[in-house]
């Protein structure tokens, strides 16, 4: 199943003047200056890149738009038709918050306001983007976060409806974006990568979305393989032969509770002539629906779990980007997926199970069985090779406690930890690294195997880290390595906000594709 798609392109035609059913403007709720002053309260001010439809309005647009209740808040969408002052029809003022002293807006604040404008005029076949974009180094930022955001914001799930909505608008189906110069080469290839990160986004999103009882193990083994044969990727898919077979102790324990058998999905990019002679691998949880096993969820919310598979999503939709950037460096996903359910196959608290690596695990919980998919997962990873890995994961409830529904928890060697922050926050994906202290490892110690799955002793005490510190048992020591746990921000459950629809977010897909480029450029 797959969303409606939205196309999107470059034009330097006088916004005014455009054929478009609508066209999107920034306006501030005020300066900086003034913010730091007297706080939000001030003149409503347009963005650059509105000159001429203001021009067209004789000046009165500002004033018009303040009477209509705008304040410039960010995210804030007030439309109004333009009774033929301007070719479009409509105009969108959306919210930039306070105008930045001498620069233009964060990237990461016109990604925002893009989505949100774009989701907002849904019913509007085409619609143009007048923008404020900077003429600096940052011009290529902000144009990707542009169209980004206009791509993303107008995402809208397929569904399962069987008649149709009335209420239901089209999702905006062309975007144009307004630049100085629509022949520029490196605002096209912006717009191009905008263009593929976007795709892999809106895939990762319609894997989480679709419904569990579509996407079992092996429904999902064969959606990720197809798509990967497709775009030329390496493919390997180990059924639940190969996997028992094989020693993957972890994947089978999980899995075996299930009618719907457990697979490990294995992707590989290679860049012509080698690339850099670096080697990165990805893993990400693919477990397609979490009841918690013998330890049972609660049954408020468990719906929600259709979604423990987002880090499986993330990984596998990134390595489709990754075929069509071709960065200049090996990157090779392992996607392990189970699905978790109660049954007289189940696994128990008790079991020891030996995992891909040898290491004897004592099972306390069948609810942490995302750590023991992934620990073979990422066992198989260092065996066959790499110099960095990054893992993505719904691990645990602990991240949602810490640091909430938008912020990702990182953990791992220090120096990559850094860099996933510094790739979140240049992508707008912001993760925050962890520690991993030697009291949660020590509670870990199991009397009847090498370590247990949980810290019994510490209960949900760091319950964040407990994850962390079990992955790391792992990771060989010459490899880096992060954790990055997304059980907040994979999911999206309230209402849409800025690029954010309901449902699967996609993070982290932008981030990961952020770290490839800066792994292969600088090692």
Known sequence: MTSPSTTLSLVDTDPAELAVDAIVIGVHS??????????LAG?????????????????????????????????????????????????????LGAEPSGAAPAPETLRRAAGAAVRALAGAPR??????????????????????????????????????QPSRREPVAEVLVAVPDATDTGAQAEILRAQTVAAAVRRTRDWVNIAPNELRPPAFADAVAEAARASGLG???LDEVALREGGYGGIIAVGQGSEAPPRLVKLTWTPEGGGTGKRVALVGKGITFDTGGVSI???????????????????AATMLAVAELKPAVAVTAYVPMAENMPSGGSYRPGDVITMYNGKRVEVLNTDAEGRMILADAMARACEDGCDY?????????????????????????????????????????????????????????????????VNAGMDRAGHMLQGGVFLREFVTDEVAWAHIDIAGPSYHSGEATGYWTKGGTGVPVRTLLHLIDDIATNG
Request: hydrophobic share 45%.
């Open 30 to 39: 005020t300066t900086v200056e003034e913010a730091a002053t007297n706080g």
């Open 43 to 95: 003149t409503l001010l347009l963005a650059t890149g509105a000159e001429s439809i203001a021009a067209a309005f004789d000046g009165k647009l500002t004033e018009t738009l303040a009477l209509l209740g705008a304040t410039g808040g960010p995210g804030e969408v007030i439309k109004l038709a333009t009774l033929g002052t301007v070719t479009a029809p409509v105009i969108a003022a959306v919210g």
């Open 127 to 164: 619609v143009a983007l007048a923008l404020p974009l900077p003429d600096d180094a940052d011009a290529a930022d902000a144009l990707r976060a542009v169209a980004e955001g206009a791509l993303l914001g107008g995402y809208r799930f397929a569904g399962y409806k069987t008649r149709p």
């Open 235 to 237: 493919v390997e898919v």
């Open 297 to 315: 969820k609660p049954a408020q919310g468990m719906w929600e779990m259709k979604s423990d598979m987002a880090g499986a999503a993330a990984v």
């Open 389 to 453: 890995l990054i893992e993505t994961s719904t691990l645990t409830g602990g991240q949602v406690v810490a640091l909430g529904k938008r912020v990702s928890g990182v953990m791992g060697s220090a120096e990559l930890c850094e860099r996933v922050h510094e790739a979140g926050e240049a992508v707008g994906e912001p993760a925050w690294p962890m520690p991993l202290p030697d009291d949660v490892r020590k509670g870990m110690d199991s009397e009847v195997a090498d370590i247990s799955q």
